[in-house]
């Protein structure tokens, strides 16, 4: 199974990256390509929630619905969607570096590719880094919208 992990210190209490993260809705504000975010449960955040994340990829508008299976509050989340044959299953860690006003967090981004079909068995291991380097924006983003007051 194809996977991939990001590491990012942000200069940001961890409760604040956590939320950032857990939380879809502040995830596509956070992230200058996702368009539009839409909850589809009656709860926004922890396991079960559902989003619809629209992001803009390549000119087109395209949108892939996530669910939240595990939350573990101010720890650690993870989300699961199916697109292009796979499904892919991130997980995000957060854990506080330092203390007072020095302190920060350390953000862990995994993400795993199961293929679901014979192409994306074939093609996600030729495209994992291609898929890293153009998520690695969105860990940079995540970083600059938390350590914005």
């Known amino acids: ?3 991939i992990e990001m590491i990012k210190v942000i200069k940001s209490p961890a409760r604040r990256v956590f939320e950032t993260v857990a939380h879809l809705g502040e995830f596509a ?3 200058p390509t996702i368009t539009n975010a839409e ?15 629209y992001r803009d990829i ?11 299976l595990e939350y573990e509050p101010a720890e650690w989340v993870r989300i699961v969607s199916e697109a292009g044959g796979a499904t892919w299953d991130a997980g995000f860690e957060v854990a506080a570096k330092g203390k007072g ?6 953000l862990i981004w995994t993400l795993d590719a199961t293929p679901n079909s014979m192409k994306a068995r074939l093609g996600l291991p030729l495209l994992m880094g291609t898929i890293e380097k ?4 969105d860990l940079d983003a995540v970083k600059r919208y938390c350590e914005t007051p």
């Open 134 to 137: 153009a998520l690695a924006p």
């Open 29 to 31: 504000q956070a992230i």
């Open 58 to 68: 390549g000119g087109k508008d395209r949108s892939t619905v996530f669910e939240v």
């Open 101 to 106: 006003k020095s302190g920060g967090s350390e």
């Open 1 to 3: 199974m194809p996977s």
């Open 39 to 53: 909850c589809l449960t009656d709860h926004e955040t922890g396991a079960g929630s559902q989003w619809r994340i």
